[in-house]
């Protein structure tokens, strides 16, 4: 038998595997927890393919009936649109139940707050006291609620995306597209979008199984099939959106992958070239993004790796473009969340405009070259070791905000001790392969060095 691995409760939901620590009981204690949290208003409920997700949503169902919330089910949707949702129907949140890119025997639940926000860790911290206390506030009888059903309430989302392109341009342009949904719940709503949009699409990869037809990252690795049909079906460009479609990576009419992070260039090129203002992204995303705030006169601010710590600073700043480079382009006018649509939205308009491929449009950006590497180290050790880079490196530019980021004129590297798993993450980028990849080994090898001489 194999070793039941623990339930993984972080700040963005709780993970285990279905039948040994993801049960319904737990589902429906997760549950009552945030129902009591948030106090007796609408909840959306939403979930992603996964065939396991039934099973969980009658128990999910229970524990905010119990605790005189209205359930609203919204069925399978992709999850920005669930979080558009929340915003739009002023629910008082949702869960989701999901499961990201993990594999089919896992699931999970994610919860999320009014106005359509991920839950702050401290909002989360209070949330998880109620579901450790057990202390519940269950209703009578007659204080418990009739559940909504809401069908298609998916295109609500879509419209507001539409309102803000220009279709008819767009449409103008007869795109030839190939969609790789990756069998996840973006091909519920990525049909009519494009349809919409008068593209002629090839769709692979659309039945909403759950059971994905590859590697849900929409990485290089993962995207070979997509690469050959946008050259059989002599298509423009390919999109590929990952399981829960927040995430979007192009293909280009060559057949080419293009990187994700160029996803997020194009959107922050397109959209400055509208309207001027501050950019938010992570630490990691490419120094393309200073090059473009540079031309445009606007700043950029750096964050914390994760989406809600993006969110958070471009609401702040009120940003009008943002994301990540894995492709999680954030595009506030529709709702401050990674959004594959808004993301397709965009670069389609951008080409409609431009007149140009995609490949021309891609090599209008200054080239630089990433690398995202790992080194193993014990978790007790890795903080440790890049404090001790830290001191080493201290008379450079450097951020501390998030690991240590040692930022050079056309070179930066980002070393990140990972909280869930005993490695270090290392990411470089510069100007040339060559460097990048120089960077990157002596990087290591002074970390390499430093672990050592921590473990003696
Ligand atoms: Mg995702």
């Known amino acids: 038998m194999r070793k039941q691995l ?24 997760f549950a009552s927890a945030f129902g009591t949290y948030i106090g007796q208003g609408q909840i959306l409920v939403g979930q992603d393919s996964r065939p396991s997700g039934v099973m969980l949503k ?35 949140g949702a869960v989701v139940i999901t ?7 896992w699931n999970g639940l ?26 519940f506030t269950f209703v009578k009888a007659d204080r418990i609620k009739p559940v909504i059903q809401e069908k298609k309430a998916g295109e609500l989302h879509l419209q507001k995306i539409l309102n803000r392109l220009k279709v008819k341009t767009i449409k103008n342009r007869k795109f030839r597209v190939v969609a ?81 992070d160029l996803t997020l260039t194009l959107a922050v090129a397109h959209v400055l070239s509208k309207k001027k203002g501050p950019v938010a992204v992570n630490l990691s995303a490419s120094m393309v993004i200073e090059d473009l705030a540079r031309k445009y006169q606007v700043p950029v601010f750096r964050t914390k790796i994760g989406e809600s710590n993006v969110v958070e600073k471009m609401l702040e700043t009120k940003a ?29 308009e951008f080409l409609a405009e431009s007149g140009k491929t995609l490949s021309e449009l891609a090599q209008g950006f200054p080239k630089y070259y990433m690398i995202k590497d790992k080194l193993s180290c014990p978790s007790e050790l890795a903080f440790r070791a890049v404090l001790e880079l830290r001191h080493r490196y201290e008379k450079e530019t450097i951020s501390t905000l998030d690991g240590l980021k040692i930022i050079r004129e056309d070179s930066w590297v980002h070393l990140r001790p990972s909280n869930t798993e005993p490695i270090i993450r290392l990411i470089a980028e510069s100007k040339s392969a060559a460097r990048t990849r120089t960077l990157i080994r002596s990087f290591k090898k002074e970390l390499v060095d430093i672990i050592k001489k921590l473990s003696l």
């Open 180 to 260: 790789d949904c990756a069998n996840g719940a973006g091909a519920i709503l990525l049909p009519q979008f494009l349809q919409e949009l008068g593209c002629e699409v090839l769709f692979i990869n659309t039945e909403i199984t759950g059971s994905f037809a590859h590697q849900s990252e929409p990485t290089p690795e993962n995207l070979k099939e997509l690469c050959r049909k946008v050259k059989e079906f002599k298509a423009d460009l390919g999109l590929a959106q990952d399981a829960d479609a927040d995430r979007l990576a192009l293909v280009d009419e060559k057949g080419r992958t293009l990187g994700e």
């Open 99 to 105: 499961a990201s890119h993990n594999p089919l025997d």
């Open 320 to 348: 009008v473009i943002g994301g990540e480079g894995n492709g999680g382009v954030i595009w506030p006018e529709v709702h401050p969340c990674r959004d594959s649509f808004a993301a397709a939205g965009l670069v389609l």
């Open 6 to 29: 623990p339930l993984k409760i972080s700040v963005s939901g709780v993970r285990g595997i279905v039948g040994e620590s993801l049960t319904p009981q737990i589902a429906t204690r």
């Open 58 to 92: 009658k128990a999910v169902l229970s524990g905010l009936l119990a605790t005189g919330c209205q359930p609203i089910e919204v069925g399978i949707l992709p999850i920005p649109t669930i979080l558009f949702l929340t915003k739009e129907k002023q629910a008082a």
């Open 110 to 135: 994610k919860f999320i707050g009014p106005e359509g926000l991920y839950l702050k860790a401290s909002q989360v911290e209070e949330f998880l006291d109620i579901f450790h206390q057990g202390e």
